[in-house]
Nanobody
């Protein structure tokens, strides 16, 4: 079993930056990542990192070049550095873990979730 606890959300102006953190406890999972859900919208994939091998990362197209996912295996922490934030990045951000290293960006492929942290980008 794995437990995920996010932190680091908040209110920021357009163009600003935030770093989200996710504390991971319990059994290690091959893939960990970030999703987000805006009001009235479906939960969507943001980024993921493979915890085995070379640490391959994946991003949704709209955040490439602005967001960076990383992890500190010694501290069992996952991070999402978000730069050049836009109002459309406003959402609740969730940390998630998947019991496979095969790429899959569907929320249903991830079996463990944190409680979420709110990110609001003002225009």
């Amino acid at each position: 079993q794995v437990e995920l606890v996010e932190s680091g959300g908040g209110l920021v102006q357009t163009g600003g930056s935030l770093r989200l953190s996710c504390a991971i406890s319990g059994r290690s999972r091959p893939t960990v990542g970030w999703f987000r859900q805006a009001p009235g919208k479906e939960r969507e994939f943001v980024a993921a990192i493979i915890t085995w091998g070379d640490g391959t990362t994946y991003y949704r197209e709209s955040v490439k070049g602005r967001f960076t996912i990383s992890r500190d295996s010694a501290k069992n922490m996952l991070y999402l550095q978000m730069n050049s934030l836009k109002p459309e990045d406003t959402a609740v951000y969730y940390c998630a873990a998947r019991n496979s290293y095969v790429y899959n960006d569907s929320p249903t492929a991830f079996g463990a979730w944190g409680q979420g942290t709110q990110v609001t980008v003002s225009s």
